[in-house]
């Protein structure tokens, strides 16, 4: 059986992470694992370590930054432990079953893949540890990559979680988004939910069609759908149409265009990442 994965650090955005996969879990009834993963390259395993040879007085010296990096990994690995921990104390207080937890040695991106068949849908954080820590940047020095690899739904969250009372679905009619319509419309994880759907562009014959097209389809799966078209850039009027609506979640297909066109042009997907201040659900 496929199951929510959510993947936690230990930084300030594990709580709203944990409260996304739950969340999830009570909407899809599927059952949840919490994934750590220790990064090789800041916590190298013992088969990792050790001295150079030949290097005459300066040799011990070698051999001591290796014991205290051998240190720092065991203690990075009892902190993962800890942190698996309580998500599953938070998970089981909000009356879940007992989630399973996975501690993994590697890459995020190497483990998901490796995953992926299990995985129906995966919950991250916006913005991770190293990210915080390390770069200051808007989101998680791996959150990109794993975005554009990662073959599954993924629910992207801020520090803060809440459960969403509304769902925006970014609609272009291109195949990304017609895929994305269809996922949602057999899926029960916004069922239930105000469901708006807003083209950007000309509002014209063509537009209004092919929003009409995809509203049916999700009014035939039980949705309460509000469409609209509105003109201007995607991303200012996706921010304003949600911030004006108060609406909780925002939701596209992701990265519909061509990877020559991605690294000349960027994707809406990749700046919405720097930007939505609600979490983002990326439909693949």
């Not at 992470?17 to 999830?24: K, T």
């Not at 009570?26 to 150079?52: I, Q």
């Not at 991770?128 to 020095?141: F, K």
């Not at 939701?251 to 700046?271: E, I, N, V």
Request: aromatic share 4%; glycine share 10%; proline share 5%.
């Amino acid at each position: 059986m496929t199951r929510i994965l959510a993947c936690i650090d230990g930084s300030p955005s594990t709580a709203a992470v944990c409260d996304g996969a739950i969340w999830a879990c009570r909407r899809l009834g599927l059952p949840l694992t919490f994934l750590h993963v220790l990064d090789r390259g800041r916590y190298p395993g013992p088969g990792d370590l050790g001295g150079a040879t030949g290097l005459g007085s300066r040799e011990h010296l070698l051999d001591e930054l290796a014991r205290l990096d051998e240190r720092r990994a065991t203690v990075a690995l009892e902190y993962g432990q800890a942190v698996l921990e309580a998500a599953r104390e938070r998970a089981v207080a909000a009356g879940l079953e007992t989630p399973e937890l996975c501690q993994r040695h590697g890459s995020l991106l190497e483990t998901l893949t490796e995953m992926v068949d299990d995985i129906h849908l995966l919950v991250i954080g916006r913005q991770g540890e190293d990210s915080r820590q390390h770069t200051g940047q808007p989101i998680g020095s791996q959150l990109e990559s794993v975005t554009q690899t990662l073959a599954r739904p993924i629910l992207i969250v801020p520090d803060d979680f809440k459960a969403p009372g509304s769902l925006l679905l970014a609609y272009d009619a291109s195949p990304t988004a017609q895929q994305a319509v269809r996922l949602l419309a057999g899926s029960s994880l916004v069922k239930g939910l105000p469901l708006h759907l807003l083209m950007v562009g000309e509002d014209n014959a063509l537009t209004r069609a092919a929003l009409h097209d995809a509203q049916a389809l999700l009014e035939i799966a039980g949705f309460l759908v509000i469409p609209a078209i509105r003109e201007g850039g995607v991303e200012p009027v996706l921010h304003a149409y949600q911030q004006e609506r108060t609406i909780d979640l925002l939701a596209m297909g992701a990265y519909g265009h061509s990877r020559l066109r991605r690294f000349l042009l960027g994707s809406t997907t990749s700046h919405l990442l720097h930007t939505s201040l609600t979490p983002l659900l990326l439909l693949r």
